[in-house]
Nanobody, 114 residues
Framework: QVQLVESGGGLVQPGGSLRLSCVAS????????MAWYRQFAGEQRELVAV???????NYADSVKGRFTISRDNAKNTVYLQMNSLKPEDTAVYYC????????WGQGTQVTVSS
């Protein structure tokens, strides 16, 4: 079992930036696929970005060119840099550790509004 703790959410104006962080309780992120998901009110979670153990990344079409996923193995931390934020990015963002852990963080609220 691994615990994930997200931070970095908040209120930002359209066009602004935020960086989300996800700290894992164990030294797993270098070998485990790590991902960020988001959940809009009343909808299911959707994949935003993923980074594999081999450092390949993949993004949802809606965030390509604006969001960047990265990790710091020494800090057991995965980041999501979000630039050029839009009101439609407003959601709760969750960190996920893939197989074999299948763990979720508690989520962090991101609100993009003027």
């Amino acid at each position: 079992q691994v615990q994930l703790v997200e931070s970095g959410g908040g209120l930002v104006q359209p066009g602004g930036s935020l960086r989300l962080s996800c700290v894992a309780s164990k030294n797993i992120i270098r070998i485990t696929p790590m991902a960020w998901y988001r959940q809009f009110a009343g909808e299911q979670r959707e994949l935003v970005a993923v980074i594999t153990g081999g450092n390949s990344t993949n993004y949802a079409d809606s965030v390509k060119g604006r969001f960047t996923i990265s990790r710091d193995n020494a800090k057991n931390t995965v980041y999501l840099q979000m630039n050029s934020l839009k009101p439609e990015d407003t959601a709760v963002y969750y960190c996920n550790a893939g197989s074999p852990y299948h763990s979720w963080g508690q989520g962090t609220q991101v609100t993009v509004s003027s």
